[in-house]
């Protein structure tokens, strides 16, 4: 019976060695734990290090729980920027739409007022260090509505010879609301009709409407409904286009001797635009003149740009400028010229009676022609060989340069031959 009174403290014993046993493990287990943590974060941010900086875009501010009978008239910045803790690899992706910024007007009466710019990520590992501005100073108006009317704006000009016409907008007004001064400024809310490069009628439905001033001034902070129109405008064609022929006025003549031998244009035809009425009044046989082109005298091509000469309203596509060329060349002509021939080669111990002198006809250049005297025209009868008596010798003539022989008459020469 002893080991039965043993029995309960032997298993107190047991039970303490194995209580001991297992606290001794979990702590052991908590250690490692631990210590296998610390390792991670510190092999962690040696391979990804956490960095500050500035982050590179700016963060639009949302103005939330305005008043219902309040409107913003005024604040000091509508952006902020921020300087950012995160990891490194973090850092790479951020965009503008991972932060919130907000500024609660919640409970805030009429007036100004400093407060507070809330900025949020949603990205966990990011730490917001620094805002700029850390407050934004805000003036509450009590809010206040007004119709005005619907009007349209054309921005830019149709295409060439087009202009925009009329106009027609629905609604023809709408409803603006906002604080209280800035609502006194709205003239008109206003669709804008982009009609640069436009031929055809603009027609657009649900254009924007914005509020502005009496100077046309876009005012901010103003709500307009409805917030869009349908709007359209008439493109009426103001002017036509047609082309026509230049034709160059040109006056006086090119020296003595030469003549005219082409006239050439650059550019040939142009387009000329205007009003219908305008350019039906132009002859599409005539063409359109250029200024005088006067040739004085001239003995080589003559080259002039020179304006085109057009009625009032009338404008030409590209330059109204053109290049006209007249080319100059001397005129070609005949001339006769009466010639003594030249015998040569006679025999020693004769002499030769010619019979008399020739006609010679060159042709070539008027001015090369009239510098031409027949002492300049060599005409050769040739005797060689010839013994004494009556002979008909065949000529040779040699023209001066520039000009080529037409005919020789009489061809042959009859000479003499006598003994000396």
Known sequence: MEWLRRLPRALWFFVRGM?????????????????ALSLWLFVTDAENPTERQTFNSAIEISFVNVPTDLAIANASANTVRIDIEAPENELEDLRAADFTAEVNLGGLPAGDADVPVSVRSTNSDVRIVRTSPEQVQVTLEPLRTKEVPVRVAVVGSPQQGFAAGAQSVEPDT??????????ELVDAAVAEAPVTGLRVDFEEESVPLRARDARGGEIGRITVSPATADVSVEIEQREFSLEFTVSPLISGAPALGYNVTGISVDPPIVTVSGPLGELQSLDPIAGIATEEIALGDARATVTRTVDLVLPPGLTVAGSDQVTVTINIAPARGEVSFLVVPQVRNVGEGLVVTPSGAVFV???GDVPTLQAI?????I???DAQGLA?????????VTPPGGTTVVRVEPAELGIALTPR
Request: net charge negative; hydrophobic share 50%.
């Open 19 to 35: 209580v001991t046993s297992i606290v001794g493990n979990i702590s052991l287990a908590i250690l490692s734990v631990a210590l």
């Open 174 to 183: 709408a409803t603006v609301s906002g604080p209280q001064s800035l609502v």
């Open 361 to 363: 006809t060159l042709s």
């Open 373 to 377: 005297t027949p002492e300049s025209i």
């Open 379 to 381: 005409v050769v009868a």
């Open 388 to 396: 004494e008596g009556l002979h008909i010798v065949p000529l040779q």
